[in-house]
């Protein structure tokens, strides 16, 4: 079942360059076409999404004078720009040192997938929301433009959009790994801490109400184990025990084999 977004979202089109991609993209996601030209443009829908800087960016009131959100395709802070990169840490832990194929079932904002493509796992995207899939694709199209990428005649990660937990049982072949990254209830109902991404994100998709199943799914689907990215608050999956877990700051990684 895919998030529900209808009302909350249009493309918006601000009156520059060629409409047709803005059209397009409005027909492909279902949503309306706004133009910044138009008085109370902004009265419908509290999300847009634009091209800006070269960019498909997500945009609500308060960034559409401030530059909107895209896919990051750098590396974030602390992480190696070589590759492949080195592969330590607690999410390389939880993958696993004999692990070459990867599916990132939650694949969201893409952090994490950028990280593990970087350090050099054969890697598969999954991303049900269609939002999402469309700003993934625009990262991973960047992605496949910059220099390290076509010096080393590198490809993006193969980006799949649709529910994960049909797509994991149809995979021709089981991945060594299936990583989740599901969006968990906040510990509180505010947080200071809670990135801009990821409050809005929140707010378009709602939490993943069906962890469970896809947990499930991705147990079946799995050639030899499943980690979970969850906070340090919450339960495991499941209902069951962890093989192991590697923790992060406010997080862990919970290694669950087959």
Not at 188 to 212: F, I, W, Y
């Amino acid at each position: 079942m895919t998030h529900p977004y209808t009302g909350k979202l249009a493309v918006l089109y601000e009156n520059h360059g060629d409409p047709l991609p803005f059209v397009h993209l409005a027909e492909q996601l279902a949503v309306p076409l706004r133009n910044s030209a138009d008085i109370g443009f902004d009265q419908h829908e509290a999300f847009f999404l634009s091209w800006r800087e070269g960019m498909l960016k997500l945009l609500d009131h308060e960034l559409l004078k401030k530059g909107g959100m895209a896919v990051d395709i750098e590396p974030r802070q602390g992480e190696q720009r070589s590759w492949p990169a080195p592969k330590d840490g607690a999410l390389a832990k939880a993958l696993g040192r004999k692990t070459k194929t990867v599916v990132d079932a939650t694949t969201g904002w893409g952090q994490d997938s950028l990280h593990i493509f970087r350090m050099g796992y054969e890697l598969l995207c999954i991303e049900r929301s269609p939002l999402m899939a469309a700003l993934l694709a625009d990262g991973f199209k960047r992605l496949a433009q910059a220099d390290w990428m076509q010096r080393l005649q590198l490809q993006p990660p193969t980006l799949l959009a649709g529910n994960a937990i049909e797509l994991l049982a149809s995979l021709p072949e089981p991945p060594d790994c299936i990583y989740l990254d599901p969006m968990f209830p906040p510990k509180r109902k505010k947080s200071a801490l809670a990135k801009k991404s990821m409050m809005v994100l929140r707010d378009l998709l709602g939490d993943d109400e069906d962890k469970d199943a896809l947990f499930a799914a991705a147990l079946e689907a799995t050639g030899k184990r499943v980690v979970v990215k969850c906070p340090d608050y919450a339960p495991p999956l499941g209902g069951g025990k962890p093989s192991d877990s590697f923790h992060g700051k406010l997080l862990r990684y919970d290694v669950f084999l087959k």
